[in-house]
T-cell receptor
Framework: DAKTTQPPSMDCAEGRAANLPCNHS???????VYWYRQIHSQGPQYIIH???NNETNEMASLIITEDRKSSTLILPHATLRDTAVYYC??????????????FGTGTLLAVQP | DSGVTQTPKHLITATGQRVTLRCSPR?????VYWYQQSLDQGLQFLIQ?????ERAKGNILERFSAQQFPDLHSELNLSSLELGDSALYFC??????WGRGGNTIYFGEGSWLTVV
């Protein structure tokens, strides 16, 4: 699986959009970009994933660059409850049941009141 | 609620002992994953089972073993416990369809193991 690079920490004001960047320059054509978050000692929570196109769901939007070498997770209106470690993970699609998630160190997003 | 159920939520045991952590995956999910998260390490992948068979192995110690039963629940067995085994252990599950990617892995809330 391709390696990802994320800033170790970011701050965001409550009510503003939080934009979390991720670099994955070695991503291959069949690999997906996944985002998870972990609120202190809870189980990692799935947020969103995408292959090529931008994606949006009730939690967030995922913007993937055309060359797929980087992506941005957008939380449109951050709240204090969004304070968490956010993980960007590139996950292979190898046509079999071995597509585990490998977590890096993530970005600690601190939403400030 | 992810639909993945782990028991027990908390466990305190002594060094040298053996414990079993249990995981019930989401209904219909054939894959089960186990992860370990200790204070000084991130989320470490331990092992994956798919429909009863071991599919991938990560940084799992020889003192640890796992299995997935015909009803798809899984157990992680930790033996000869050491202080350093104190950690959060997460189970996760997913539907895996051969030849199709983009499936989502859902995590349980974890089992806190404290070895004293």
């Amino acid at each position: 699986d391709a390696k990802t690079t994320q800033p170790p920490s970011m701050d965001c004001a409550e009510g503003r959009a939080a934009n979390l960047p991720c670099n994955h320059s070695t991503i291959s054509g069949n690999e997906y970009v996944y985002w998870y978050r972990q609120i202190h000692s809870q189980g990692p929570q799935y947020i969103i994933h995408g292959l090529k196109n931008n994606e949006t769901n009730e939690m967030a939007s995922l913007i993937i660059t055309e060359d797929r070498k980087s992506s941005t997770l957008i939380l449109p209106h951050a709240t204090l409850r969004d304070t968490a470690v956010y993980y960007c993970i590139v996950r292979g699609n190898y046509g079999g049941a071995t597509n585990k998630l490998i977590f890096g160190t993530g970005t600690l997003l601190a939403v400030q009141p | 609620d992810s639909g993945v159920t782990q028991t027990p939520k908390h466990l305190i045991t002594a060094t040298g002992q053996r414990v079993t952590l249990r995981c019930s995956p989401r209904s219909g999910d054939l894959s089960v994953y186990w992860y370990q998260q200790s204070l000084d390490q991130g989320l470490q992948f331990l092992i994956q089972y798919y429909n009863g068979e071991e599919r991938a192995k990560g940084n799992i110690l020889e003192r640890f073993s796992a299995q997935q039963f015909p009803d798809l629940h899984s157990e992680l067995n930790l033996s000869s416990l050491e202080l350093g085994d104190s950690a959060l252990y997460f189970c996760a599950s997913s539907v895996e369809v051969w030849g199709r990617g983009g499936n989502t892995i859902y995590f349980g809330e974890g089992s806190w193991l404290t070895v004293v």
